[in-house]
């Protein structure tokens, strides 16, 4: 079992930049790809970012890439999602999810491969 808790989340101005934390705790000596995603009220959860078990691979969604870099600091079971120049539509609550794989490049941008869930964290842009 592994536990997720995200943290970082507020409330920023547009073009602003916030960094959420995913920490993770419990069975944390496997290997863990990780994703982030977001729902807005009234919306579908979408895939935000995903990095590998070992950090190599990383994936972003087009509405985010340039903008927003996720990366992961194994000794410290954290993973982060620094989010520059943010938007009002980047307004949402923020999930990490993670993924038992030993594969060095997996990851995946699927909602439901995802095993572990945090309770997620509130990102507010004003315009």
């Known amino acids: 079992q592994v536990q997720l808790v995200e943290s970082g989340g507020g409330l920023v101005q547009a073009g602003g930049s916030l960094r959420l934390s995913c920490a993770a705790s419990g069975r944390t000596n496997s290997y863990y790809a990780v994703g982030w995603f977001r729902q807005a009220p009234g919306k579908e959860r979408e895939f935000v970012a995903a990095?590998?078990?070992?950090?190599?691979?990383?994936y972003y969604a087009d509405s985010v890439k340039g903008r927003f870099t996720i990366a992961r600091d194994n000794a410290k079971n954290t993973v982060y999602l620094q989010m520059n120049s943010l938007k009002a539509d980047d307004t949402a609550v923020y999930y990490c999810g993670a993924k038992y794989s030993s594969a060095i490049y997996y990851y995946t941008v699927k909602d439901y491969e995802y095993e572990y869930w945090g309770p997620g964290t509130q990102v507010t842009v004003s315009s």
């Open positions: 990095i590998s078990w070992g950090g190599s691979s990383r």
